[in-house]
């Protein structure tokens, strides 16, 4: 019979205090478990409102507030020692969760989009990954906005971002070139499409799926880490300010919930997943496409 300890699993969820990280957390506290708890690692930028966030959930005592500012290297280390001090170095789940949306068209804006979609997830694995007991998995929360934007991409970047020997040096330097075009307003010369709605969004998304694709190569090994990408689907939440007809949060966090506790053997490595089902990295569905774009226009034009 295994032990506790064997069973209880530790969990990192980033961006935690609201939204789909919080109802990931709340859905975890209420799954049944046989002989133990997981203890669950709820990651705030803000102290005060992931404390606030423990408080809503009637501060339960397997779940810890773990401030973490995925887009600060300092913050991640600093995160990352607190790991290793009271849990014992070990983690069995990394839910990348964490993300922003553009707040305008501003190139401040799409880098700080990288930088925390993209940059700040590829940090913070690479620090905690080796934390990972056996058999453990990582969870990227991308976006079906990804694959709908590298859709509109010239064929020489989807050849790219989907290659199965591109590298994490190779995929930083296609950012960072998109980047570069962005800022000098040159983005349709190398192959991006520059009137799409949310272009610096879907970039983050495309390469956080590649990243996971990068990453799921690398540690598949002697290591036997799981690691997949996955879209929560349009959820009503701050990011999006409770946009109406969106679907609510609790079943995104269901979508995220479903590559987290899905025995591996019957999930791909480096898989995107939506609501338990695999999705292409290139959405080849034009009129999905074509929706996307047309009531994402009209959405911004009533900002």
């Given at each position: 019979m295994a032990s506790t300890n064997q069973q209880q699993r530790i969990i990192l969820i980033t961006g935690a205090n609201k939204?789909?990280?919080?109802?990931?957390?709340?859905?975890?506290?209420?799954?049944?478990?046989?002989?133990?708890?997981?203890?669950?690692?709820?990651g705030s930028r803000d102290i005060k409102r992931g404390e606030d966030a423990l408080k809503q959930l009637g501060s339960p005592p397997n779940v810890h507030l773990l401030q973490l500012d995925t887009s600060s290297k300092e913050s991640i280390a600093t995160a990352t020692n607190e790991i290793k001090q009271k849990y014992g170095g070990h983690l069995d789940v990394i839910i990348n969760n964490a993300g922003i949306v553009p707040r305008d068209n501003?190139?401040?804006?799409?880098?700080?989009?990288?930088?925390?979609?993209?940059?700040?997830?590829?940090?913070l694995n690479e620090h905690l990954i080796p934390l990972l007991r056996e058999h453990g998995r990582v969870v990227n929360v991308?976006?079906?906005?990804?694959?709908?934007?590298?859709?509109?991409?010239?064929?020489?970047?989807?050849e790219k971002y989907t290659s199965e020997t591109l590298t994490k040096g190779q995929l930083d330097l296609l950012v960072e070139e998109f980047l570069s075009a962005y800022e000098s307003n040159n983005v349709e010369k190398i192959g991006y499409r520059p009137?799409?709605?949310?272009?610096?969004?879907?970039?983050s998304k495309v390469a956080l799926i590649a990243l996971t694709r990068i990453e799921a190569r690398q540690y598949s090994g002697a290591q036997n880490i799981f690691i997949y990408s996955v879209c929560p689907g349009y959820c009503a939440t701050d990011l999006n300010n409770?946009?109406?007809?969106?679907?609510?949060?609790?079943?995104?966090?269901?979508?995220?919930?479903?590559?987290?506790?899905t025995p591996n053997h019957e999930l791909e490595n480096g898989g995107f997943y939506l609501d338990g089902k695999k999705?292409?990295?290139?959405?080849?569905?034009?009129?999905?496409?074509?929706?996307?774009i047309q009531t994402s226009k009209k959405h911004l034009e009533s900002k």
């Open positions: 939204g789909i990280g919080f109802e990931v957390v709340k859905k975890l506290i209420e799954q049944p478990s046989s002989n133990s708890k997981d203890i669950l690692l709820l501003t190139i401040q804006a799409a880098r700080e989009t990288q930088v925390t979609n993209y940059y700040g997830v590829k940090m991308a976006s079906s906005i990804g694959p709908m934007a590298l859709h509109c991409f010239s064929k020489d970047l989807q009137d799409l709605p949310y272009l610096a969004y879907g970039v409770k946009a109406a007809g969106a679907r609510p949060a609790a079943l995104g966090a269901d979508s995220i919930l479903y590559v987290v506790d999705e292409p990295q290139i959405c080849m569905d034009e009129a999905k496409v074509q929706f996307f």
